[in-house]
């Protein structure tokens, strides 16, 4: 009857009115103790309300209901199918909306409500997936940037295939700590063609040099990307690059002169199809590599190189001096061409201009790296030398304030106002003595501890004649106390004597 009552009154009520009204049954529906009638009443009145021509009121019913499990379906259902400024608010938050109802209001609804999706908690693959493959930029960059979205590696490249070219989403992408390999690799090509296209426009390189220089980032960004990853990740990389073409012959000799032989192993597995384990013994031994080389489809002339590096890369290895980072290794590339050189083959020609560019580029990687140490020292010590200066000058202000402070207490009102007035005047720079600057400050009792004066005679013969009617220990605690020398054992005895006699 009440319910009824309700609806009544909401014929004639103002919009704000109903809106309130609306918002308190909706609140006595979710979380009030109404029985099974009142309830179902109530309900009734929550749908009947989603007639009502105002927005005011769907919107008060939306805020109310979005945050609720106990929400009935339909209610939500509608609301999320309203006019935007309604519908984002359950589409945010309504944990009642399942997978489908998501995709679809995405599918149906604006930019701005497929961000609102986006930024949904424990965003669910399917949904995920559907907003990346229609999703813009900001749709993009917003679930790229929720931590809690389950996105499969298949659709981060996606989106990077889609919008790569966008610098907000590949930050928001390189933001996100499930990054796997592939797709990490995949934002460094991005990255690279990006620079590639702004550097070709503007005539500063020919395209051919700026391929050339894209594939060679590429191909670090790919050993990169499995720095400290398993063999899982690496087994994963290598056969996204082999789907997308990307996993060269020039790639596989980058790993091995890079010491990256967990790359090379995956590799040489999946272009041969054999395991692990068989990759490792033909390594050791150089027929099977030979025969391990031709399985895996590599260039011939391309095998000695392989060889010259694996046998160097095990030299080091066994020396305890592994090559360094990702980046190419000196030692291991001058044993290659080495091993080249000699060949009066001209299908060498080609791989030995490539082994020259490699030691080129790793020439200039240890130039890197040297300036960059030299620089951080060179910071370091400049920024120790700066604190040191502000140590001393601090010391030095404090003592110079201490002085000052204790003149002034020691002066009178009348000094003070000379003090004043010559303190403006700049004064001549004297060397500063702190340990005189130091017994200066100090009070005049402290200093009385510590200064040395003659006694009369007069009184030290009194007191000598006190002391000799002391007993002996008294007079030894004393004289130890004083820093006076002890007597004489044979002038203690006769004293002691005489005293005895008398």
């Known amino acids: 009857m009440i319910i009824r009552d309700f609806l009544a009154w909401t014929q004639n009520a103002s919009a704000g009115g109903r809106a309130e009204a609306t918002a308190s049954l909706a609140r006595a529906y979710l979380y009030?103790?109404?029985?099974?009638?009142?309830?179902?009443?109530?309900?009734?009145?929550?749908?009947?309300?989603?007639?009502?021509?105002?927005?005011?009121?769907?919107?008060?019913?939306?805020?109310?209901?979005?945050?609720?499990?106990?929400?009935?379906?339909?209610?939500?259902?509608?609301?999320?199918?309203?006019?935007?400024?309604?519908?984002?608010?359950?589409?945010?938050?309504?944990?009642?909306?399942?997978d489908a109802d998501l995709?679809?209001?995405?599918?149906?609804?604006?930019?701005?409500?497929?961000?609102?999706?986006?930024?949904?908690?424990?965003?669910?693959?399917?949904?995920?997936?559907?907003?990346?493959?229609?999703?813009?930029?900001?749709?993009?960059?917003?679930?790229?940037?929720?931590?809690?979205?389950?996105?499969?590696?298949?659709r981060l490249l996606r989106m990077i295939e889609r919008r790569g070219d966008e610098a907000s989403l590949r930050e928001a992408l390189l933001a996100r700590a499930d990054l796997p390999p592939e797709v990490r690799h995949a934002l460094g090509i991005a990255v690279a063609q990006a620079l590639s296209g702004f550097v070709t426009d503007r005539g500063w390189l020919s395209a051919e040099r700026c391929g050339r220089m894209s594939r060679e980032a590429g191909e670090r960004v790919a050993l990169e990307a499995c720095e400290g990853r398993g063999a899982a990740a690496v087994s994963r990389l290598v056969t996204h690059l082999?789907?997308?073409?990307?996993?060269?012959?020039?790639?596989?000799?980058?790993?091995?002169?890079?010491?990256?032989?967990?790359?090379?192993?995956?590799?040489?597995?999946?272009?041969?199809?054999?395991?692990?384990?068989?990759?490792?013994?033909?390594?050791?031994?150089?027929?099977?590599?030979?025969?391990?080389?031709?399985?895996?489809?590599?260039?011939?002339?391309?095998?000695?190189a392989l060889q010259a590096a694996l046998s160097a890369w095990q030299d080091l290895a066994g020396r305890a001096l592994p090559a360094r980072g990702t980046g190419l290794s000196r030692r291991i590339i001058e044993c290659a061409i080495e091993a080249c050189g000699d060949l009066s083959d001209p299908h060498m020609h080609p791989v030995i201009t490539l082994l020259t560019r490699y030691e080129a580029e790793a020439a200039r990687d240890e130039a890197r790296e040297a300036a960059r140490t030299i620089a951080?020292?060179?910071?370091?010590?400049?920024?120790?030398?700066?604190?040191?200066?502000?140590?001393?000058?601090?010391?030095?202000?404090?003592?110079?304030?201490?002085?000052?402070?204790?003149?002034?207490?020691?002066?009178?009102?009348?000094?003070?106002?000379?003090?004043?007035?010559?303190?403006?005047?700049?004064?001549?720079?004297?060397?500063?003595?702190?340990?005189?600057?130091?017994?200066?400050?100090?009070?005049?009792?402290?200093?009385?501890?510590?200064?040395?004066?003659?006694?009369?005679?007069?009184?030290?013969?009194?007191?000598?004649?006190?002391?000799?009617?002391?007993?002996d220990s008294l007079l030894d605690h004393f004289r130890a106390s004083q820093g006076r020398a002890e007597p004489d054992s044979e002038e203690a005895t006769s004293d002691q004597a005489a005293r005895i006699a008398a």
């Open 242 to 304: 082999r789907t997308t073409r990307q996993l060269t012959a020039g790639l596989v000799l980058r790993a091995v002169l890079s010491g990256r032989i967990d790359f090379a192993l995956a590799a040489l597995a999946d272009l041969s199809g054999q395991d692990h384990a068989a990759i490792v013994r033909a390594m050791r031994d150089p027929r099977q590599f030979a025969d391990l080389h031709a399985r895996a489809g590599l260039p011939e002339p391309l095998l000695p």
């Open 376 to 471: 951080a020292q060179a910071l370091a010590r400049e920024t120790a030398r700066r604190e040191t200066e502000a140590a001393d000058a601090a010391w030095r202000a404090a003592l110079e304030s201490q002085r000052r402070t204790a003149f002034v207490a020691e002066a009178g009102p009348d000094e003070t106002v000379i003090v004043t007035a010559v303190a403006n005047v700049p004064a001549v720079a004297e060397p500063l003595n702190p340990v005189g600057a130091i017994l200066d400050a100090l009070p005049e009792q402290i200093l009385a501890w510590y200064r040395t004066e003659e006694l009369d005679p007069a009184t030290q013969a009194a007191t000598d004649r006190v002391l000799d009617g002391l007993g």
């Open 32 to 98: 009030g103790d109404l029985n099974a009638d009142e309830a179902w009443e109530a309900k009734t009145a929550l749908l009947a309300l989603l007639d009502d021509p105002s927005p005011l009121v769907r919107r008060a019913l939306a805020e109310t209901c979005a945050a609720s499990a106990r929400a009935p379906r339909p209610l939500v259902v509608a609301l999320s199918c309203d006019v935007p400024e309604v519908a984002r608010l359950v589409l945010a938050r309504s944990p009642v909306l399942t």
């Open 103 to 154: 995709v679809d209001a995405a599918a149906l609804g604006d930019e701005a409500t497929r961000a609102v999706i986006a930024a949904r908690h424990h965003l669910s693959h399917a949904v995920s997936g559907a907003l990346a493959e229609i999703g813009e930029t900001d749709t993009l960059v917003v679930l790229a940037a929720n931590p809690t979205a389950k996105i499969t590696a298949g």
